[in-house]
């Protein structure tokens, strides 16, 4: 290319969520505090910043490590929330507990409570759209004492009584999109009952902080020539805005972090953005900026 630079910007929009943020920073607290903290599960789906926490003295327990905690030992709850026996457990064992529990997922573990207490009155059940086994589907069937329904696909809808009444919930961080279809589909299904009556009530609890990605990152992924998009190899959230931005610019790398970057990448290009999922560390996409700089 000719004596030109490209450009290099990092998306606005990209990195932690408030609540990944907030948990982090509860974490940096209670390491510069106490010097040790275990969390219950990965913090963040981020490998280079698990590798950062954990070189600060953060452990990471697994599911069965509650068990085997001892009174006084200092245990982080991380974003997507517990359910209510985690915290009886933990309180049994005289654990210190820290709740990072996002404000968000607190509200919508609230509101599946109430929401199973009305059904089991009426005979009806609890709906959520979610990932089974993701820790907040865990915390949130927990809190709804196992009156709820885990749906992940619509070939699954088949499974539902629509002659009963239902409350319908999403896990903050599922697709809206995929979202609004799995309702219209339980909707239809309810008017087609013996009664045509709708028993239906759907609460659209997806988190803004991840619906408005996914238009951002289309915009921001059209707006440049190249995109090296930043994400954990876990991370869901991260799948999915990078096929967002691999539809819209075919010239989208993914990468975990700069060892992958390729300077044939950049050859072409007169704008390259860097961008990363909601659980992509900041300082992570700077190294990724930083690294492109001395490579273009
Ligand atoms: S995505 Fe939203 S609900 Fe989930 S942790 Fe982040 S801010 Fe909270």
């Not at 903290?37 to 910043?49: F, K, M, R």
């Not at 009963?164 to 896990?171: A, H, I, L, R």
Request: aromatic share 6%; proline share 4%.
């Amino acid at each position: 290319m000719d004596n030109l630079k490209p450009r290099i910007e990092i998306d606005p929009s990209a990195g932690f969520c408030s609540g990944v943020k907030r948990a982090i920073e509860s974490a940096e607290n209670l390491l510069k505090s106490a010097g040790e903290v275990s969390c219950l599960g990965e913090i963040v789906h981020n490998e280079a910043e698990m590798d950062r926490l954990e070189g600060l003295g953060m452990r990471v327990m697994g599911p069965d490590d509650t068990k085997i905690q001892k009174a006084g030992s200092k245990v982080l709850i991380r974003a997507h929330g517990v359910p209510p026996e985690t915290y009886k457990e933990l309180k049994d064992k005289q654990v210190v507990i820290t709740d990072a529990t996002c404000p968000v997922v607190l509200r919508l573990q609230q509101k599946v409570k109430q929401a199973s207490a009305e059904m089991l009155q009426v005979g009806g059940t609890v709906v959520i759209y979610g990932k089974p086994g993701h820790a907040e589907i865990a915390g949130l069937v927990g809190n709804a004492s196992g009156n709820a329904i885990v749906i992940s696909t619509p070939d699954q809808l088949d499974s539902l009584d629509f002659t009963k009444p239902m409350m319908v919930f999403s896990q903050t961080t599922s697709d809206l999109n995929l979202y609004r279809e799995i309702c219209d589909t339980i909707l239809s299904l309810a008017r087609k009952t013996a009664t045509g009556e709708t028993k239906v009530m759907i609460h659209q609890t997806i988190c803004g902080q991840v619906s408005r990605r996914a238009p951002a990152i289309e915009k921001f992924a059209g707006s440049h020539d190249v995109i090296i998009f930043v994400s954990g190899s876990d991370s869901s959230n991260g799948k999915y805005l990078a096929g967002i931005s691999k539809f819209v610019n075919d010239h989208t790398y993914i990468v975990t972090g700069p060892g992958q970057l390729n300077p044939e990448w950049f050859a072409k290009a007169y704008t390259i953005g860097i961008s990363g999922a909601t659980s992509t560390p900041q300082w992570l996409m700077q190294q990724i900026a930083s690294e492109i700089e001395s490579m273009i």
